[in-house]
């Protein structure tokens, strides 16, 4: 896995990632042109966890419609700002949901599956979740 970042060059310092799959991303410190790096960490760990959530409701058989996942994280107030607590809230949207389910799903990827969460944690991030269940 590799990936590559460019500055931009203009009057705010920002610049454009690339993936080694060629998937381009702004980052930008003033938050006009993309998201902040910190802020990608925080995407990148909720598309993790919400990949694997997904994917384990899936081959349970669950009917779900619609699967959210809001990221929120305290950061420490001094230098670095490293994150300190980031909790995991999943929001899964079908008919007839079961709760063990969806239970199970956010065990697994915080304890088996999640790469970034495991690795956050690992650093000393205390990373919490919960769900809810919304009925269609």
Not at 22 to 28: C, E, R, S, Y
Not at 75 to 87: E, L, N, Y
Request: negative net charge; proline residues 1%; glycine residues 6%.
């Amino acid at each position: 896995m590799n990936a590559s970042v460019r500055w931009l060059k203009n009057d705010v310092i920002n610049f454009e990632a690339t993936s080694g799959s060629g998937h381009q991303v702004v980052l930008d410190s003033a938050q006009t042109l993309g998201a902040r790096p910190m802020e990608l960490i925080l995407m990148g760990l909720g598309g993790c966890a919400s990949y694997d959530v997904v994917s384990i409701l899936q081959k349970s058989r669950q009917a779900i419609r619609d699967v959210r996942c809001e990221v929120s994280a305290k950061r420490a107030d001094s230098v670095p700002a490293v994150f300190t607590d980031i909790h995991l809230h999943f929001i899964v949207e079908g008919e007839n949901i079961k709760e063990s389910a969806v239970a199970k799903a956010v065990e697994l990827s915080a304890t088996k599956y999640c790469s970034a969460s495991k690795m956050l944690a690992d650093g000393g991030v205390n990373i919490t979740h919960d769900f809810e269940i919304l009925a269609v």
